[in-house]
C-alpha cells in the first residue's frame, strides 16, 4: 500500500493538467480578483475638495481661515486650499473645473448678501455663468434653468463674514454626484462655522461670565456622543470575501480531477500498467484506499498553497482562526476525492479525457450557483438559496464556501461544525459507492 500511495503521488506530481487545474489556476484567478476588487476595497477614505480661498488681509484676519487650515493640515485632510489673490481668480478656477468651489472673508463694512439678509442665511443666487453671479442679489429662491451659485454669510455687521461661491452643476469633469458630495461638504464647513459664531455670540450676551470657562465654551460647541462598538460578526464583515470563498470552493471541486484519473488508472481497460494491476493479487481495496489517500495528500497540499495566497494577497483576516480554515480544506479535499473517485469509477468506455470533461463541466456549473462569475451570478446564487435553501446543502461548491463563511463571520463554531461533518458525511458516502463500483467491476477482456 505504501509503495501505491508513493507511485501515485509521484504520478500526480508529474501531471501537468492536476498540476495546472488544481493549484495554478486557484492562484491565476485570486490573482485577477485581487486587480479587480482591491480598488473597491480601498475607497474607504474620503478625497480631499479642492477649494480656492481669497488670501487677503480680511482671510488671514478672520477666524475662519483658522478653520479652514486646520481642516486641510489633517492627516486625512478635508479640504485642498488653492490660495489665490481676487474673487475674480477663484471664480476662473471654479470656471475650469479646478475647484469646486471658493472661499472669501469680506471685510467690516463690505458684507455683501449680509447686509442685505439681516440672519443667518443660505442664499441660493441665480447666475448665467461664474462671472455674472459677482454681486448678484440674494433674493429668497433660483430662477429655473440656471446653473446656482450658492452664497453662505454671517448676520449682519459681523466682522470677517465668510462667504462660498460653489462652482455650477455639470462644470468641471466630475460626475453629478461627486459634485453633490464636495457642495455638501464645502457648504457644512461654512454653516458650521456661522452656527458656532452665532452660539458664542449669544452666550457672549446673556451670560458673559461663561465665556471665560473653557469647558463650558468646549460642550458648547462640541457634540459628545456615548458610542459603544458592538460587533455581531467574529470579523470585519467585507463584501468581496464571498468571491474569494467560491474561489476556495470552485478550486476543492477541480481538485477531484486528481481523484478522477488516480481511480481511472485502476481501472484494467485504461491502460496495460491497470490490465497487469487487475490480474495482480493485490485486492482492489488495497489499490483503492491508498490511491485515495495519496490523491486527498496531494489536493490538500495545493489547496493549502492557493489558501496561503488568497490570505497574503487579499488580505483576508481570520483572526487566528487560520487553523479551522486548515480542516475545512482537509474536509473539502476529502469531498472532492470523493467526487472524483465516483466519476473515475463509473462503469462504461469512457476515457480519461471523458470523466475529466465530465468532472470539469460540474464544477463550473456548480461554481455558477455559488456566485463565483461576479456580482450577477453572485445575486443569483442569494436568490437561489433564499428560494431553495437545500441548495447549498447540496451544491459542493457552496458547501464549501460556507464553510469558510462561518469560520469568518461567526463567533460560534456550530455552523462550521454541520457543514464540516456534512462535507465529511457525503465524501464517506460517495467513496463507500465508488468502492462498492470498483469492486462490482468484472472485466472479460483484458
Not at 7 to 20: E, G, I, N, Y
Not at 360 to 376: H, K, N, Q, R, V
Request: some cysteine.
Amino acid at each position: 500500500m505504501w509503495t501505491t500511495f508513493k507511485a501515485t503521488v509521484r504520478t500526480l506530481l508529474l501531471t501537468p493538467s492536476a498540476v495546472v487545474w488544481t493549484l495554478i489556476f486557484p492562484i491565476v484567478l485570486a490573482t485577477v480578483f485581487n486587480f479587480m476588487f482591491e480598488p473597491m476595497r480601498s475607497t474607504g477614505s474620503v478625497e480631499a475638495v479642492k477649494v480656492a480661498v481669497v488670501a487677503d488681509d480680511a482671510w488671514e484676519d478672520s477666524p475662519f481661515s483658522q478653520v479652514v487650515d486646520t481642516l486641510s493640515e489633517a492627516d486625512e485632510p478635508l479640504l485642498a486650499v488653492h490660495p489665490v489673490a481676487t474673487e475674480q481668480e477663484a471664480r476662473e478656477l471654479i470656471a475650469e473645473g479646478s475647484v469646486a468651489g471658493a472661499y472669501i472673508v469680506d471685510a467690516a463694512g463690505n458684507e455683501g448678501n449680509a447686509e442685505q439678509s439681516g440672519s443667518d442665511e443660505l442664499d441660493a443666487v441665480d447666475a448665467a455663468g461664474p462671472a455674472d453671479a459677482a454681486g448678484a442679489a440674494s433674493g429668497s429662491g433660483t430662477a429655473a434653468g440656471s446653473s446656482d451659485v450658492s452664497t453662505v454669510t454671517s448676520s449682519a455687521g459681523s466682522t470677517g463674514a465668510p462667504r462660498i461661491i460653489l462652482a455650477p452643476a455639470g462644470s468641471g469633469t466630475g460626475s453629478d454626484a461627486s459634485y453633490d458630495v464636495n457642495r455638501a461638504i464645502l457648504e457644512s464647513v461654512v454653516t458650521s462655522y456661522l452656527q458656532s459664531e452665532a452660539l458664542i455670540e449669544e452666550l457672549a450676551t446673556h451670560d458673559p461670565v461663561a465665556l471665560s470657562d473653557p469647558t463650558t465654551i468646549e460642550n458648547a460647541l462640541g457634540l459628545s456622543v456615548s458610542v459603544r462598538e458592538v460587533s455581531l460578526t467574529h470579523a470585519q464583515p467585507d463584501s468581496m470575501v464571498r468571491f474569494y470563498y467560491a474561489l476556495l470552493g470552485m478550486a476543492s471541486i477541480f481538485a477531484a480531477q486528481l481523484a478522477g484519473e488516480g481511480v481511472w488508472h485502476l481501472q484494467p481497460t485504461s491502460s496495460a500498467a491497470g490490465a497487469r494491476r487487475a490480474v495482480s493479487g493485490t485486492s482492489r481495496m488495497r489499490l483503492l484506499i491508498p490511491t485515495i489517500g495519496a490523491c486527498w495528500a496531494v489536493s490538500t497540499t495545493f489547496l493549502v498553497i492557493a489558501f496561503g495566497y488568497i490570505c497574503l494577497t487579499a488580505h483576508i483576516d481570520f483572526s487566528g482562526r487560520e487553523g479551522l480554515c486548515l480542516v475545512g480544506i482537509a474536509a473539502s479535499s476529502l469531498l472532492s476525492c470523493g467526487i472524483g473517485a465516483l466519476v473515475g469509477a463509473l462503469p462504461g468506455r469512457m476515457g480519461s479525457d471523458s470523466r475529466r470533461g465530465i468532472l470539469t463541466a460540474l464544477t463550473c456549473l456548480l461554481s455558477l450557483f455559488a456566485g463565483l462569475y461576479g456580482e450577477p451570478t453572485m445575486e443569483l446564487a442569494d436568490t437561489v438559496a433564499h428560494v431553495f435553501p437545500a441548495a447549498t446543502w447540496l451544491n459542493p461548491v457552496c458547501l464549501i464556501r460556507d464553510l469558510f463563511y462561518t469560520v469568518y463571520y461567526y463567533d460560534t463554531l456550530i455552523p462550521f461544525a454541520l457543514r464540516l461533518a456534512t462535507c465529511m458525511g457525503i465524501a464517506a458516502a460517495l467513496l463507500t459507492v465508488s468502492a462498492a463500483c470498483m469492486r462490482r467491476s468484472a472485466h472479460e477482456h483484458l
